[in-house]
């Protein structure tokens, strides 16, 4: 058995090496500053420019990670947006502990995004249209799903259904969240069920892909829109290209895994430039909307 | 083709054990060495009384009790990474085998129409225990030629497209769908994400979810992640006692928390993936019992307890009017997952009323196991 382990260690080691060599190195985080470095073109960026533009690169039109609240202001008419169950927290079902216990890093990210969960549900209008939107943050543990994300998507799918209301999704995740086990894993069954229902009622369901939209969220809630539109450049997919060069241990195509790779594949409608999204959303609701 | 680490450590375990050969479970586990020096003691006395005519009944008998005693402690008291060490075990059981021992008149019907026939994924038509209904089952393979065909039991879209299109056939001449669940993951390829693996398993769920057919989801040895939950939601969903379901492959979740696979035990236990654990979490319904040592050393008997959790699992199940099953189900599943509302600190209170009525007036935080009505 000894062996064996080590032997198993020699592969992961291996494995591990072959990864980080491999990894593309994702910048997620913009710096803070006055000035940013845009890490596509190389542009230096004015921060208050860049965020007047929808955080998108000037030049280049890179659109960056947008956190939740600041997704809902750039799509929402002013004002409008009705918050729901923004009480709602984890309770830590698996009294997880890695390096650091669950709940201190649920505090952590908590104080660092000032977001209680990964997503925010609620009632607005874009462009006067009233519909249900739901926003997940991507810096929130990735945008992960766990029992509250699935809890608040599942009812705003109701809320969409009841109200007879067309519920928009913009996703941002990187799946399932692994410190609830199984718990965040059949949340993907607890939210397709409810859209499942949304859809019986003939309600119109929108998915919003942004940056990155992959694993247990896309197999579930992502993918089932009556309509799915991407932001450009968004990486969609099921498993991470690691662990898919892991299997293949070839090359991955061109870009792989991006919204314009699904968009060739046929797994998603339109790509919409962020500037777009608003005009796009207002669209889509005025032909398929009650 | 090349194997991922996963399977190149499943090669090694069997390619180790094909060395240490005789032992009659096949491949040897840690924490079986006490058991198999027994069961080899037992041998040599065996041997021992046909060469030289000793009569050594009486000291085997003795053996073979310590044996049973120590096999009882030992497998009642297996750890979460033990468990899916014995999960993963060469001769355990596959589904192939149940169907063949408990499934009578199997017609495997196979393709999904669009692209090609998954070989990962089994469909058929059979009858079990004298119900007719549609069999959904990985296919892990035995040989490596099989294996390989079947790329271990991680299948392709077209495999979640080919189970959805047979349980839909199932639905229209109201059979009900019997699913076995038995596959490290969804296959991780280029071809799998170009055919859309997740949307593939999204509807799947979506469709399951409001399937107007009974479905019965047993995890027969390895529940891994989205590729498990892809045939995994119906009215019943149970786990054999040595089997595993979980978020992520231990492997998996110790690379990524702790940047190496050498914590895969710590993970196993941190990920709550044993039977026993799911069924307080209720994700399982039921934990369907074992013969003593696990399934592959006793191959019938885990069949034979199967069966009978899937019959009367389906005479309960058909008698319920379909629009109430649905209902049901729904139910069922928009109540999986737990948390708290209104975030204030103290202590949280258990309540099973539904949220509505719950909400604190004194702005307590109340503690929720069911669905909230926004």
């Known amino acids: 058995m000894g062996k064996k382990n080590q032997q198993i260690d020699n592969i992961q080691a291996d494995v591990d090496t072959k990864k980080t060599q491999t990894a593309e190195v994702r910048k997620v985080d913009v710096p803070q500053g006055l000035w940013m470095k845009c890490d596509k073109c190389g542009e230096m960026l004015y921060r208050k420019e860049f965020e007047e533009n929808l955080h998108c690169c000037i030049k280049c039109n890179k659109h960056y990670r947008v956190d939740a609240r600041t997704r809902v202001e750039q799509l929402v008419d002013p004002g409008t947006f009705d918050e729901r169950l923004a009480d709602l927290t984890s309770t830590d079902p698996l009294e997880f502990k890695d390096r650091i216990s669950y709940k201190d890093r649920l505090a952590q990210v908590e104080k660092k995004t000032g977001m209680k969960e990964a997503v925010i549900i609620g009632k607005c209008y874009i462009k006067g249209r009233p519909l249900v939107l739901g926003v997940m943050d991507p810096f929130f543990i990735m945008g992960s799903m766990g029992s509250v994300v699935g809890e608040k998507i599942s009812a705003a799918a109701e809320l969409a259904c009841e109200e007879d209301l067309p519920f928009i999704m913009v996703t941002a995740s990187g799946g399932a969240r692994m410190m609830e086990g199984m718990v965040s894993l059949v949340q993907m069954a607890k939210t397709s069920a409810a859209l499942a229902r949304l859809d019986d009622n003939g309600g119109l369901y929108v998915v919003v892909m942004t940056d990155p939209t992959t694993a247990g969220v896309a197999a579930s809630f992502a993918f089932l829109g009556d309509i799915i539109i991407a932001e450009p450049g968004t990486m969609i997919g099921f498993a991470g290209p690691r662990v898919i060069w892991n299997t293949v241990k070839a090359e991955l195509p061109e870009g792989f895994q991006t919204a314009e790779f699904m968009l060739e594949h046929g797994f998603i409608d339109r790509i919409v430039d962020r500037h777009d999204l608003r005009n796009e959303i207002a669209r889509i609701i005025d032909y398929c909307g009650k | 083709m090349r194997l991922c680490w996963y399977w190149e450590i499943m090669n090694m375990a069997e390619q180790n054990a094909g060395k240490k050969g005789q032992f009659p479970g096949g491949q040897i586990l840690d924490f079986e060495r006490p058991l198999v020096q027994i069961e080899q003691q037992i041998l040599e006395l065996e041997h021992q009384q046909a060469v030289t005519g000793r009569d050594c009944t009486a000291e085997a008998r003795e053996l073979r009790s310590t044996l049973v005693t120590l096999m009882k402690k030992t497998y009642s008291n297996l750890k979460p990474w033990e468990k899916v060490q014995v999960a993963r075990h060469q001769k355990r059981p596959q589904a192939m085998d149940y169907i063949q021992m408990i499934v009578r008149d199997f017609c495997e019907i196979n393709g999904d129409r669009q692209f090609r026939n998954d070989k990962s994924i089994i469909t058929g038509l059979g009858r079990l225990a004298g119900h007719k209904c549609m069999i959904v089952a990985h296919r892990k393979g035995r040989d490596i030629k099989e294996k390989v065909e079947c790329y271990f039991g991680c299948a392709h879209p077209e495999g979640y497209r080919k189970a959805l299109l047979k349980m839909q056939l199932a639905a229209k001449f109201h059979l009900p769908v019997v699913c076995l669940i038995d596959t490290p993951g969804a296959y991780p390829g280029i071809g799998a994400e170009e055919r859309g693996i997740a949307q593939a398993i999204a509807v799947n769920l979506m469709e399951m979810s409001r399937l107007q057919t009974p479905i019965v989801c047993v995890v027969i040895a390895e529940g891994g992640s989205g590729g498990a939950l892809g045939i995994g939601v119906g009215d019943r969903i149970a786990a054999l006692e040595h089997a595993y379901y979980s978020v992520i492959t231990p492997e998996g979740c110790a690379a990524i928390l702790w940047k ?115």
């Open chain 2, 260 to 374: 190496t696979a050498e914590m895969a035990p710590k993970a196993a236990e941190c990920l709550k993936l044993t039977p026993k654990d799911l069924k307080k979490l209720k994700i399982i319904d039921d934990i369907i019992p074992e013969p003593l040592g696990g399934a592959h050393r006793d191959p019938s008997v885990a069949a034979s307890n199967l069966e009978h959790y899937i019959a009367e699992s389906l005479t309960r199940l058909k008698r319920i009017p379909t629009e109430k099953l649905l209902q049901q189900r729904y139910d069922k599943i928009r109540h999986l997952g737990e948390f708290f509302q209104s975030g204030s600190a103290a202590t949280p209170v258990k309540t099973k009323r539904p949220a509505a009525l719950t909400l604190p007036v004194t702005g307590g935080p109340v503690f929720q196991s069911q669905a909230v009505r926004v």
